[in-house]
């Protein structure tokens, strides 16, 4: 993408200079203003630059990000809203937060687990049929073709309660939560392979699969890790959990994966901490996990075979563990589907380079990006050249062997993004700071400081066959100084970085107050193109369908059924037919709701009061709720969105008559 940085260039080169000389011409009428008011209307760039303290990098980086009003961003970050459970959608570059999605955590504005269709959605992610109302996001995940960001689905996952989650982009909204109850915690996911056959969702801590129990002093002989793939029907928008499968591993913490693209398509790369297997216990005479997790020097990457596996799950060759097909590990190392290689002390991120050739490992513990080969990995494997195996007979391929180089990064390297130059960049966690190297020699070429504790970073396009090389947003855990304080808990702090050029520049800092976001993905906007009003009127926003229950204008009704009450009501500016309701103390009432409008923006909401009831209704949308009027009483229902100059007369009462 030449020319967008054409126009970074343009912008630190010729608008800079022009703006300058501009204020010097107005110079006298400015100085005037700007005595009157300290950032006043008026005021010239000299002076501003001179009472804000700023300098002209300072002005080169505002240019950079400043997005005038009704002028669109060029790319949406998708970032996961961490233990808020919820993602978080900001344009860049100018870091302006678009949405929320409600996903794993009830999202009141959008009536998100008020309703019943939304409900229906959150009972979906039940685990052990318990509702769960709030997950840990990490990793969202777009949905790719030939291995680009597609812009028509996201995945995400739920570290705590294992649960894989669609989102639709046609309307940014939820559509379906998967839950296996095979693993009891996960942390590789979501991953997709590059046509999006399938998503990738891989167990943290081992337990015994499918919810057993087992003491963990069992923790060799029954605990267990599994890797899921998820398939993915794209043409109905839905995770398929009779066509997925899984593979039975190691009891190790797997943690982060990628999966291979171009040259390396058909093979899924997966980290490995704790390959010392321990479990804790330091009241009982153990070394605490952490320790006992850290002794090894060399942890293993596990290289999977995806394509062969699904072979060998076609054969039938798998074992049903909570209604899910399973590799077992024996199967797994007799069909030579699954290898390890050696990767340096506790590793975090595995990134697959753009060209699909190298898997690039940052090691927690190591100063190094390891460099593994697919080429010379897939040779060893050919070769049958193994240094040994693992106590459960996986094969462990020689280390030296299977890199092409390390890149002496710094202390505590984690995850790896790439652009279009050959360049790859690092966050470094220990050391607070983005690393620039390059892929060809392996060798560093920048570091930049970042404001704190970085953890993820992310590339435009950066997990793409063809990384764009524009923004680059670092996502630092801790934030400390760097905005007002508002009390003991503090934002998140997302780092706009232009990484063009031989020296990185920092641009600007973006608070993100809604859990810790893990990781995001980067889109060019114009990948997307989503709804402007729900058509025809009456749709489900989960199926996409006509509502079986949606109301048009002029049918609206009340109808005593055997269930309880139906209300058959639309909304539009400015008026709820009907605008009241008699029930009976007892009854079951189901209101079904169609906002009619078709005009872009005209969103109505629906509330009544004390009921815990809010639905969101979006030009065209319908929505039905479901609740029990136990207390008598009257209850005054409105529309929670200022829609129009008459929306505080957009009412109604319900009215609960006692028995
Ligand atoms: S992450 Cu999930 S612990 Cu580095 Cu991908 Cu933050
Ligand atoms: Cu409709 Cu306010």
Redesign the pocket.
């Known amino acids: 993408m030449t020319s967008g940085r054409k126009w970074w260039r343009w912008a630190a080169s010729a608008l800079l200079p022009l703006a300058l000389a501009c204020t010097r011409e107005t110079g006298p009428e400015g100085a005037a203003t700007a005595g009157a008011s300290a950032l006043g209307g008026g005021s010239s760039l000299a002076e501003l630059m001179q009472k804000r303290g700023l300098n002209e990098a300072d002005v080169v980086a505002a240019l950079k990000t400043y997005t005038p009003s009704g002028k669109h961003d060029e790319y949406y970050l998708f970032a996961s809203g961490g233990h808020g459970g919820n993602l978080i959608v900001i344009g860049v570059p100018s870091m302006r937060i678009l949405k929320y999605i409600g996903v794993f955590t009830p999202e009141p504005w959008q009536g998100y687990g008020y309703g019943d269709q939304t409900m229906e959605l959150l009972k979906q992610g039940s685990r052990d049929g318990k509702m769960l109302t709030w997950g840990d996001m990490?990793?969202p995940a777009l949905s790719e073709s030939a291995g680009e960001y597609d812009g028509q689905y996201l995945f995400v996952n739920d570290?705590a309660n294992p649960r894989v989650a669609v989102v639709s982009l046609r309307d940014f909204a939820t559509t379906q939560i998967v839950a296996s109850e095979l693993i009891e915690s996960e942390?590789g996911s979501t991953f997709v392979t590059p046509d999006t056959d399938y998503v990738i969702e891989t167990s943290q801590y081992p337990a015994p699969l499918g919810g057993r129990y087992a003491d963990v002093t069992k923790f060799n002989d029954e605990y267990r890790g599994a890797t899921i793939f998820w398939k993915f029907d794209r043409a109905r928008g839905r995770i398929v959990p009779e066509e997925s499968w899984a593979m039975e591993l190691p009891p190790y913490m797997q943690d982060?994966a990628d999966a291979g693209k171009l040259v390396s398509d058909g093979y899924v790369f997966i980290n490995s901490i704790n390959t010392e297997r321990a479990y804790g216990g330091n009241l009982e005479g153990n070394p605490p996990l952490e320790s006992g997790v850290s002794q090894n020097d060399m942890d293993y990457l596990h290289v999977i075979n995806w394509k062969k596996a699904e072979q060998v799950v076609k054969a039938g060759r798998t074992k049903v563990i909570a209604g899910m097909r399973v590799i077992a590990l024996e199967t797994a190392v007799a069909e030579g589907l699954l290898h390890f290689v050696p990767e340096p002390k506790s590793p975090?991120?595995v990134d697959v380079t753009p060209d699909g050739k190298d898997i690039v490992v940052g090691g927690k513990l190591d100063t190094h990006a390891t460099v593994f080969s697919f080429e010379k990995i897939k040779a060893l494997i050919a070769a049958n050249t193994f240094v040994g195996k693992d106590p459960y007979g996986v094969p462990i391929l020689p280390f030296q062997e299977a890199i092409r180089g390390q890149c002496e990064i710094g202390l505590g390297p984690?995850?790896t993004q790439f652009d279009n130059e050959g360049f790859a960049y690092t966050s470094v966690f220990i050391e607070s700071k983005v690393a620039k190297w390059s892929l060809k020699d392996l060798k560093l070429v920048d570091k930049l400081s970042t404001h704190y504790n970085i953890?993820?970073l992310v590339a435009a396009e950066g997990d793409t066959v063809s990384p764009d090389g524009r923004f680059l947003v670092a996502m630092n855990k801790w934030a400390i100084d760097r905005f007002a304080p508002v009390g003991p808990l503090l934002p998140q702090n997302f780092q706009l970085i232009d990484p063009v050029g031989p020296k990185m520049q920092m641009l600007y800092d973006a608070p993100i107050p809604l859990g810790e976001p893990?990781?995001a993905q980067m889109i060019k906007a114009d990948k997307i193109k989503p709804v402007e009003i729900y058509k025809p009127a009456g749709m489900n926003a989960l199926t996409h369908e006509k509502d079986p229950f949606a109301v048009e204008g002029g049918k609206e009704r009340i109808e005593r059924k055997p269930d309880g009450v139906h209300v058959y009501m639309t909304a539009v500016r400015s008026h709820f037919t009907p605008d009241i309701i008699r029930v009976k103390q007892g009854d079951t009432v189901h209101l079904h709701i169609t906002n009619i409008e078709q005009a872009k923006d005209a969103t109505h909401g629906f509330t009544v009061g004390s009921q815990n009831i809010h639905v969101s209704l979006e030009p065209g949308k319908h929505a039905n709720v479901t609740f029990v009027a136990d207390k008598p009483g009257v209850y005054p229902m409105y529309c929670t969105e200022f829609c129009s100059a008459l929306h505080l007369e957009m009412a109604g009462y319900f009215l609960v008559e006692p028995k």
Do not use: F
Request: aromatic share 8%.
């Open positions: 990490h990793h570290k942390h982060l975090h991120g984690l995850h953890g993820h893990h990781y």
